[in-house]
Structure formats: structure tokens, C-alpha cells
């Protein structure tokens, strides 16, 4: 199993980015895809998760507004679109699985920074 981050940067507060991960070993299909994202000095947080749609989505109440999170089966890629983002947004953002093992299956991060 291998999540691959992708789409950090460097962004102005009140900017956009938006991130990817690709998911490969298996099917995703059946299984919670989520966002979570580590600001330095500071431990891991969720950020948003998705469960088969858009429909059934699930966000932190500081993004809930700003960020929406979608997902591809066919792709077997979920995705992060961030508007208006903060500088307490700064960090580094890791896609996961939830439900494949008793504790989320994190891929490697992409690092966000936003600059005030």
C-alpha cells in the first residue's frame, strides 16, 4: 500500500492550492480516504475526510467552508482543494486510509506554507 501527496507549496494567505494523492497496492473504493496535516512543534490533526461522495464528507470546524474534499475510484485518488487559506494552515498534509488497520495508514506529506 502506497499513498503519494502531491500539489504543497508555498501560497499567500487568501490563496488556493489544491492537493492530491494517489493511492496504489489496492482498491480504495470501500474504504475512508482522509486528510491530516501537522503544523511544526504542534502533533498531527484531521483535517477532512470522505467516505464514497461528496455527499458523506467530514471536516475539522477550522477548514469546515474553506477546503473541500472529493475523491476518483477510478483514479484511486482523493483530493484537497484549500480556498482562503491562513497562515495556521501552514504544514505538512498527509492523505490516509481509514479502516484498512486499526490506526489510519498515512502516505509521506507535502509540505503547505502560507505567508501573511
Known amino acids: 500500500v502506497q499513498l503519494q501527496a502531491s500539489g504543497g507549496g508555498l501560497v499567500q494567505a487568501g490563496g488556493s492550492l489544491g492537493l492530491s494523492c494517489a493511492a496504489s497496492?489496492?482498491?480504495?473504493?470501500?474504504?475512508?480516504m482522509a486528510w491530516f496535516r501537522q503544523a511544526p512543534g504542534k502533533e498531527r490533526e484531521f483535517v477532512a475526510s470522505?467516505?464514497?461522495?461528496?455527499?458523506?464528507?467530514y471536516y475539522a470546524d477550522s477548514v469546515k467552508g474553506r477546503f473541500t474534499i472529493s475523491r476518483d475510484n477510478a483514479k484511486n485518488t482523493v483530493y484537497l482543494q484549500m480556498n482562503n487559506l491562513k497562515p495556521e494552515d501552514t504544514g505538512v498534509y498527509y492523505c490516509a486510509i481509514l479502516g484498512l488497520k486499526p490506526q489510519p495508514t498515512y502516505g509521506q506529506g507535502t509540505l503547505v506554507t502560507v505567508s501573511s
Open positions: 497496492g489496492r482498491t480504495f473504493s470501500n474504504y475512508v
Open positions: 470522505i467516505r464514497d461522495s461528496v455527499d458523506n464528507t
